[in-house]
T-cell receptor, first 118, second 113 residues
Framework: EPEVTQTPSHQVTQMGQEVILRCVPI?????FYWYRQILGQKVEFLVSFYNNEISEKSEIFDDQFSVERPDGSNFTLKIRSTKLEDSAMYFC????????????????FGPGTRLTVL | AQSVTQLGSHVSVSEGALVLLRCNYS??????LFWYVQYPNQGLQLLLK??????LVKGINGFEAEFKKSETSFHLTKPSAHMSDAAEYFCAVTPTSGSRLTFGEGTQLTVNP
């Protein structure tokens, strides 16, 4: 069964450093997402991406964050200058999205990347 | 704006007992509702979803949930808990397919032998 994959599974970085989290969505999916989950808190939406541009973003997704689909398979989240409060589990998700306006497709999640900022 | 409230951050049941995890939502439009499960050190796996049609939906691993519009609820149940059901469960809502999911705080389910 196709699945979303994420690398690395765990990333440790120093405050102020740039990190890139990588995701490979399911191959025929068209919508891509990043969510994060700070330890002990709820899963929070960061950004969604469709047709090579951001379709929606939350207030968390400030200028320190960017997303890119550099080729036909990868979807990346970049944090330019990491802060202590960026420590969290980051989940990538993808969705196929049918042609109908009321498609009932589901977002499929990857296993996550645990980011630790020291 | 959409929001989700899960009553009870921790629920503990005995093996074989009924599992009931509560979820209430707030939405300005008819919502799509989901339950996801997260096993330790793993990602989020879809248990079941409600979009339109039958209000009682069945999912994997014997779980089911009922959409009650009048109560703005989407509680998750399973008649008989198994040890393997121990995990964290998240209720989520979205106004349309493709839009962001808004998650509840999560409920940690413990199953005692």
């Amino acid at each position: 069964e196709p699945e979303v994959t994420q690398t690395p599974s765990h990333q440790v970085t120093q405050m102020g450093q740039e990190v890139i989290l990588r995701c490979v969505p399911i191959s025929n999916h068209l919508y891509f997402y990043w969510y994060r989950q700070i330890l002990g808190q709820k899963v929070e939406f960061l950004v969604s991406f469709y047709n090579n541009e951001i379709s929606e973003k939350s207030e968390i997704f400030d200028d320190q964050f960017s997303v890119e689909r550099p080729d036909g398979s990868n979807f990346t989240l970049k944090i330019r200058s990491t802060k202590l409060e960026d420590s969290a589990m980051y989940f990538c998700a993808s969705l196929r999205q049918g042609a109908q306006a009321y498609s009932t497709d589901t977002q499929y999640f990857g296993p996550g990347t645990r980011l630790t900022v020291l | 704006a959409q929001s989700v409230t899960q009553l009870g951050s921790h629920v503990s049941v005995s093996e074989g007992a009924l599992v009931l995890l509560r979820c209430n939502y707030s939405s300005s439009v008819p919502p799509y509702l989901f339950w996801y499960v997260q096993y330790p050190n793993q990602g989020l796996q879809l248990l079941l979803k409600y979009t339109t049609g039958a209000t009682l939906v069945k999912g994997i691993n014997g779980f089911e949930a009922e959409f009650k519009k009048s109560e703005t609820s989407f509680h998750l149940t399973k008649p008989s808990a198994h040890m393997s059901d121990a995990a964290e469960y998240f209720c989520a809502v979205t106004p349309t397919s493709g839009s962001r999911l808004t998650f509840g705080e999560g409920t940690q389910l413990t199953v005692n032998p």
